[in-house]
């Protein structure tokens, strides 16, 4: 483990896979850098990539400055990627995506950007987030109500059925959910509007020039790959691909020749696919 110092003093815990151009990975929702799917694809990728797996801010070994706004989460990346020699790539999971992709926006440096599935909901497919989801969970943490916090989240924002999410509460994947429950309030900041049913705000991300892959998986719900698309075709040097049979949980074994390709080699703008 290293660590980081971001620009409030906040200390980010990374590691470091392999040797090559650096590769951040940026996790979603309920990922720290322990995720064994992150190991898994950090070794898969170890021969071509220094990858490097972090702990946003509030999770695992990173620290957590109050209070939080998502600027700081910019700056994190910021001072991750200094540590590295550049030019780095970053691939942002989920929630993530839309946390590198905002980053790269506010000036945060990177050659490209691969986004996975970033959570938006763009049309009437499945219903928006109600209008007062970040406040619903910032008054659960507030109260200490850490399971109805992640069981909202859950239900709101993934789209779980309930009695789904009931049956989760005795599993062993819950502990770590409610671990994590209080970094859920800055997930929803992060995606800001774009779980309303509405689409995406033409000009948001104009100043991301670099080139951007947006993957969605074959297999996922559609709203997920009508994400997907949306902000490839958005994006002035947008592209687009999905992998198929993959769902939101997508396999590393999948995704890893991808990334391969994308960031390993020179990159030129075109349209969306």
Do not use: C
């Amino acid at each position: 483990m290293e660590k980081a110092v971001s620009r409030d003093g906040t200390a980010i815990a990374y590691d470091r896979t392999g040797e090559g151009p650096a590769l951040v990975l940026v996790g979603g929702a309920y990922q720290v850098r322990a995720d064994p799917r992150w190991g898994v694809l950090a070794r898969l990728l170890a021969d071509r990539f220094t990858v490097v797996t972090y702990d946003r801010r509030g999770r695992g070994d990173s620290g957590d400055t109050a209070p939080y706004a998502v600027e700081r989460e910019f700056e994190d990346l910021a001072a991750v990627i200094a540590e590295l020699d550049g030019p780095v790539r970053v691939m942002g999971m989920s929630s993530g995506a839309v946390l590198a992709l905002e980053a790269a926006a506010h000036g945060v440096p990177m050659k490209e950007l691969t986004v996975y599935e970033p959570p938006f909901v763009i049309d009437d497919s499945r219903p928006p987030v109600p209008a007062d989801y970040v406040a619903r969970l910032d008054e659960a943490i507030a109260e200490g109500r850490r399971d109805d916090a992640v069981a909202f989240m859950l239900t709101a924002a993934v789209g779980v059925p309930a009695e789904v999410v009931e049956h989760m509460r005795v599993s062993g994947i819950w502990n770590h959910f409610a671990a994590l429950a209080h970094t859920l309030p800055y997930d929803a900041r992060i995606m800001d509007g774009t779980m309303s049913g509405r689409p995406l705000p033409a000009d948001r991300w104009a100043a991301v020039r670099i080139p951007v892959l947006a993957l969605g998986g074959g297999a996922s719900d559609p709203w997920l790959q009508s994400g997907a698309r949306a902000l490839a075709a958005l994006l002035p040097a947008g592209l687009h691909r999905t992998l198929d049979g993959q769902t939101h949980d997508v396999d590393p074994a999948a995704l890893a020749p991808v990334l391969a390709e994308f960031h390993g080699s020179e990159q030129s703008a075109g349209p969306a696919a």
